[in-house]
């Protein structure tokens, strides 16, 4: 009983939720959606770019890597000169410009919180 409170004590479990939220980004580059329509399954490692871009005008959609220094409208409206009227956001997680980021980040944010604020208490 007593090793498993040493596991469970909130000193170990924050050390324990630091080294598995660092391990996920350690290493390893951006990965974006890459297409031009809605149904975009392809990914892409980035290169060079920090960002992934989403663009929409319309029916037309643009998923891919981008420089976020790049993401503004002045130079996404030279970028993309057919496209007018078009809304975009610029995101810098993994494949985090599928158009479902909303939905699948709100959850784990919640789960995150609570699990937070249960250390918190322990402390």
Request: aromatic share 8%; charged share 15%; proline share 2%.
């Amino acid at each position: 009983m007593a090793l498993v409170n040493e596991i469970l004590s909130p000193t170990n479990l924050a050390v324990s939720l630091l080294i598995c939220c660092g391990r996920f980004h350690l290493g390893s580059s951006l990965k974006c959606y890459d297409c031009l329509n809605r149904n975009c399954e392809n990914t892409k490692e980035c290169t060079t770019e920090d960002a992934c871009l989403s663009l929409t005008a319309g029916e037309n959609i643009v998923r891919q890597c981008i420089k976020y220094s790049d993401c503004n409208f002045d130079l996404l409206s030279i970028k993309f000169p057919t496209f007018s009227g078009f809304k975009f956001s610029c995101c810098q997680t993994n494949l985090c410009n599928s158009g479902h980021a909303l939905k699948m980040t709100t959850p784990i944010l919640v789960l995150l919180g609570a699990l937070l604020s249960v250390i918190w208490s322990w402390i």
